[in-house]
């Protein structure tokens, strides 16, 4: 089969979560995503440098945020809605992030944030809003090695 190239529409982005890689699972109703880089960047400025300030990246975390609607029953919002009281290590999980081309980003133990569950206008369907934040390096597969999965192919 050919590989797709040029631009995609975001829905082919994937997310799949949960407690662990062998229980994740996709998850209903999800409208946006956006993501948020932190990059810690170290910066001197040497004196045989002329007064040039020199850098290097020494740290980087990752926050996802997913917004979209409360619903029970589905399995993955389910289990996100379900760490809305959770603290300290029992509010970690897996994450798997599918790019279109097929590049897989895994998260281990990462910190669901649930931030918003139901509330909002009285004529509104209810929100399910997270964030999920790195802890420590994630895997990432390229796509060649990621390999079935990818809805990019034709």
């Given at each position: ?17 949960g407690g662990s890689k062998d229980t ?96 909002g206008d009285s004529t509104a369907v ?26 990019m192919e034709e």
């Amino acid at each position: 089969m050919k590989k797709k190239t040029g631009v995609f529409p975001v829905y082919e982005n994937q997310f799949k979560l949960g407690g662990s890689k062998d229980t994740a699972t996709d998850i209903k109703d999800m409208e946006t995503f956006s993501v948020s880089f932190d990059n810690g960047i170290e910066e001197w400025k040497p004196m045989d440098h002329g007064g040039w300030t020199r850098h290097l990246m020494t740290a980087k975390s990752l926050t996802i945020s997913i917004n979209g609607k409360r619903h029970v029953g589905d399995p993955g919002n389910d289990y996100v809605a379900g760490l809305i009281f959770a603290n300290g290590r029992d509010a970690e999980g897996y994450l798997c992030w599918i790019f279109p081309d097929g590049t897989m980003v895994e998260f281990e133990d990462c910190v669901f944030n649930v931030t918003n569950i139901g509330a909002g206008d009285s004529t509104a369907v209810g929100p399910l809003e997270f964030e999920v934040l790195s802890n420590g390096k994630p895997k990432v597969t390229p796509p060649q090695e990621a390999g079935a999965g990818s809805n990019m192919e034709e």
